[in-house]
């Protein structure tokens, strides 16, 4: 017989949200697969003949399509129509779908049906200000709760979902709803002896009574348009933000809550986050046969306790897999990188980059542009290529940790020659932009215009390309980064990224 089906990761446009999926389920201990769109358009999702050494035999489908962040509509594109309809084929026959961020908005609904999937009917809706799209970090949520008849809601101190006779509560459904399944039981407060009433509840365990309250990551999420329908089940919303949230480069647990209000009468801006308060975060529903959770928290997050105990139980009830384990452990990429690829001048250009790419963000971080955000992250400061550099370093990092197969090898032979071309142009044109920013933040008070502004967003652009939709050197280089990866992905791919 074949061996488990591994979890198929959709692997285009999703760059460091790819790596930390992948490595959440090898550090969860279950079997995963890379698959691009045009993986899925060719049947990947489907029965497929198993790997050599088994003939004859059939591998069945796979159990769940888990789909990273990153840039919704390129997923689209890599996807293809064919993939979309794949995607789409493969849920109604009773398939599991569980999206992240760029991975949720893919299976929205958008105007353009070439956008996205249409497995939910809900759309994306705009921040109400485009600085409300930068926040990062923790924030504490409402859950989904079939609670006892005799136990309230929710905490007392919790905001409600909807004014006083407005609607019902959607966070609190009937008694033995199932997308309450789908929620964590130490979380649904369900199992206060009433077993009979929970129907869906059987692995529960006493609720926390600590005071604690979920802590889910976000980072730089869209936003759900909900509506109302049936079809859809709220698992959680937002509540308040933790103490490590973050709008744009400002830490709001260090601005005192009178500050905001004075910035918002004097210059009119909210950077509060009160804008977030009972908005959905995560969701759930039924496409024909299968079912979908789309969440712009971002489960994988090396360790984030919550959410990887999430990630587990819905790896559990909705893909019917057996994880070893309920945390992702940390990740830290400020230390040293290892290099596991033959010592030579062919393999000169990759360490080369890889060094290269280390001391932009360490330049960075000297001139305050960049800051150390977490041990796998680095944060930066607005208008800045920050999350692309982010993407090419920890790909650059993970592959390097890799000892290459022939087909890598192979692969790296064709494109070696325009890699080092690129790397030769990138690096001194991106260490001369940063300081190019340095300097007009200098002269801004006094020579504002010194510094040419379109000319600096020029050479973004030529460098590291559009903030949305990519492009640049930078983009060639995570593409090739991106295809070794992919074709790298089973030798040793968990010890690498493990580094």
Not at 60 to 71: I, Y
Not at 124 to 149: D, Q, W
Not at 157 to 181: I, Q
Request: glycine fraction near 10%; proline fraction near 9%.
């Amino acid at each position: 017989m074949c061996a488990a089906n591994p979890v198929c990761i959709l692997w285009d446009a999703s760059h460091i949200w790819g790596l930390m999926v992948w490595r959440a389920l090898c550090a969860l201990g279950l079997p995963c697969r890379l698959v691009k769109g045009q993986d899925i358009a060719n049947g990947a999702l489907f029965r497929k003949p198993c790997p050599q050494g088994t003939p004859g035999k059939e591998r069945g489908a796979a159990p769940l399509l888990l789909v990273p962040g990153g840039n919704a509509r390129l997923k689209a594109r890599a996807l293809g129509e064919k993939g979309r309809q794949a995607v789409r084929d493969y849920l109604a026959e009773g398939g599991r779908y569980l999206g992240f961020c760029g991975g949720a908005g893919l299976a929205l609904s958008q105007h353009r049906s070439q956008d996205g999937l249409g497995l939910c009917p809900w759309g994306r809706a705009p921040y109400p200000e485009r600085l409300h799209h930068l926040i990062s970090g923790h924030a504490h949520m409402r859950v989904r709760s079939c609670m006892a008849r005799d136990l309230p809601a929710v905490r007392p101190d919790f905001p409600k979902a909807f004014p006083d006779g407005a609607a019902p509560d959607p966070l609190r459904p009937p008694l033995g709803d199932e997308a309450c399944a789908l929620v964590p039981p130490h979380w649904r407060g369900c199992a206060h002896g009433h077993d009979d009433d929970c129907r869906h509840c059987g692995n529960c365990r006493p609720p926390r009574d600590d005071g604690h309250v979920p802590s889910l990551p976000v980072w730089w999420p869209g936003r759900f348009a909900p509506e109302a329908d049936e079809r859809v089940s709220i698992l959680a919303s937002y509540r308040q933000p933790d103490t490590d949230f973050w709008l744009a480069d400002l830490p709001l647990s260090r601005i005192p809550a009178p500050v905001f209000e004075a910035w918002k009468d004097l210059y009119g801006v909210n950077v509060s986050a009160d804008f977030l308060d009972g908005q959905p975060l995560m969701v759930a529903g039924n496409y024909g046969q299968g079912r979908y959770v789309l969440s712009y928290s971002h489960l994988e997050t090396p360790d984030s306790p919550d959410a990887n105990a999430w990630l587990a139980h819905l790896l559990r009830v909705l893909a019917g897999l057996a994880p070893q384990r309920e945390l992702v452990p940390a990740w830290d990429l400020h230390r040293k990188a290892a290099f596991r690829w033959p010592d030579t001048p062919q393999t000169a250009p990759l360490r080369t980059l890889l060094h290269g790419m280390r001391e932009l963000l360490d330049l960075g971080v000297e001139h305050n542009l960049f800051f150390e955000r977490t041990p796998w992250l680095w944060g930066w400061r607005p208008g800045l290529p920050g999350a692309v550099c982010n993407n090419l370093y920890s790909s650059l990092r993970v592959l390097c940790g890799l000892r290459p197969g022939q087909d890598t090898l192979a692969a790296w032979d064709g494109m070696r020659a325009r890699f080092a071309a690129l790397t030769d142009i990138f690096l001194p044109g991106a260490e001369g932009y940063l300081l190019a920013c340095r300097l007009r933040e200098t002269l801004s008070p006094t020579m504002p215009d010194a510094v040419d502004r379109r000319g600096l967003t020029n050479q973004r652009e030529a460098l590291f390309g559009h903030p949305m939709t990519g492009g640049g050197i930078v983009g060639e280089l995570l593409e090739m980064t991106d295809e070794l990866l992919y074709r790298g992905q089973q030798e040793d791919a968990c010890a690498a990224l493990d580094d």
